[in-house]
C-alpha cells in the first residue's frame, strides 16, 4: 500500500548509502519475499499466504506478519507442525537440489529452513526497475 511503501522510502532515506538501494534491499528482507527467494513457495503471494496461516518461524518464534524485516543471522523455517502437512512434504521433496538462492541467503532442504547470511546487493535483486526512478518520485 502506499502508506506502508512511503515509510520503507522514509526509512531508506535515512539510512547511510543509496536510497535507492537501501529500499530495494528492505523489500527484499521482508519475510515473505525471503519465503519465496528460499523455494518454499512458487510466488510472493502464495509465501505471504504461508506466513498469515502461521505455518513459518523465525528463530523459533511463529512469525505470521509478511512484512516482517528479516535480520543478518535469521534462521526462518516452517514451523514443526507444518512439516506433515501434504504441502510440504512434497516441497521437500522439490526442493532438493533443484531450489537456486540468492548469495545472501543459505537453504536447508532437509530442515526446510533457511538463514540470512548477509543483505542483499543490487546484483542480487532480479527485479528489472530503475530504482531512482522511484526515488525521484517519492523525493518530492
Known amino acids: 500500500m502506499e502508506r506502508q511503501f512511503s515509510r520503507y522510502f522514509e526509512e531508506a532515506n535515512r539510512t547511510t548509502g543509496m536510497t535507492g538501494v537501501n529500499l530495494l ?3 527484499e528482507k521482508r519475510l515473505d519475499n525471503v519465503i519465496y527467494r528460499l523455494g518454499f513457495a512458487d510466488s510472493r503471494a502464495q509465501a505471504r499466504q504461508l506466513v498469515r496461516h502461521g505455518h513459518i518461524e523465525v528463530n523459533g518464534r511463529k512469525t505470521d ?3 516482517f524485516q528479516v535480520s543478518d543471522g535469521d534462521i526462518i523455517s516452517v514451523r514443526e507442525t507444518a512439516r506433515s502437512k501434504t504441502y510440504f512434504k512434497e516441497r521437500a521433496q522439490f526442493m532438493q537440489g533443484t531450489v537456486k538462492v540468492p548469495a545472501w541467503l543459505r537453504l536447508n532442504a532437509v530442515n526446510l529452513s533457511g538463514t540470512v547470511v548477509g543483505s542483499p546487493t543490487r546484483e542480487d535483486i532480479e527485479i528489472p526497475l530503475n530504482e ?3 526515488v525521484e518520485y517519492y523525493s518530492r
Open 65 to 67: 506478519i509478511p512484512s
Open 132 to 134: 531512482q526512478l522511484i
Open 25 to 27: 534491499a528492505m523489500l
